[in-house]
């Protein structure tokens, strides 16, 4: 499973980065914190504050809206979004 993360200020996307996880489905996911970890830390960017809202929204329709009101420190952007995108099983060609 893979995590995209974007920043958007005034409807653009300025930054994005991806983080692959390990778990292969939003259920398998114990801390989401750690996963975030990373992809904050990649976009220079303090960790959002995960509530169970978000962590609700990220198992049930794989996609969570962070807005600056859920940063402790301030941001200058209008929404940090978080995406999951699953692994495509191969398909065996047919003989």
Known sequence: MKMWATIIKNHKRIAEA???????????????????????????????????????DLRQFSHVVFKPSDFIEPVAFDTFELTLFYEKKKEEPAE
């Open 18 to 56: 991806t983080e692959e996880l390990a778990e292969k489905k939003p259920s398998d996911v114990k801390r989401w914190t750690d996963a975030i970890d990373a992809v904050c830390k990649e976009l220079d960017l303090p960790r959002p504050v995960m509530l169970s809202k978000h962590e609700r």
